[in-house]
Nanobody, 127 residues
């Protein structure tokens, strides 16, 4: 019954920034660990950032570490991905995902742990 809707994607020049949002409905947001994934054409979907239920644990893919930040506001039922210093290699469809999680478990880094997925939002970075 959980639904996730991403927004905030678009076209941006290299070096620019975007903030993606994931609106959560149909469930209690704080019950779920959250992740952001991306999939470029012809490539597998890969996790880029993850956050635990309360936000105390986060993890980032090496390629985005230091540039991307994941955060959440459970009161607003929203999870964010702040993307800075974007490069053309960041071009992809970005998906948010939710995982049923035990209280205070670390951020999940395994794709199979995620139970619910959004439809994705396109991010295109021009050179």
């Amino acid at each position: 019954q959980v639904q996730l809707v991403e927004s905030g994607g678009g076209l941006v020049q290299a070096g620019g920034s975007l903030r993606l949002s994931c609106a959560v409905s149909g469930g209690i947001t704080s019950n779920y660990a959250m992740g952001w994934f991306r999939q470029a054409p012809g490539k597998e979907r890969e996790i880029q950032a993850a956050i635990s239920r309360r936000g105390y644990s986060t993890r980032f893919a090496d390629s985005v570490k230091g540039r991307f930040t994941i955060s959440r506001d459970n009161a607003k039922n929203t999870v964010y991905l702040q993307m800075n210093s974007l490069t053309p290699e960041d071009t992809a469809v970005y998906y948010c995902a939710a995982a049923r999680a035990m209280y205070d478990e670390p951020a999940y880094w395994t794709q199979s742990r995620y139970d619910y997925w959004g439809q994705g939002t396109q991010v295109t970075v021009s050179s």
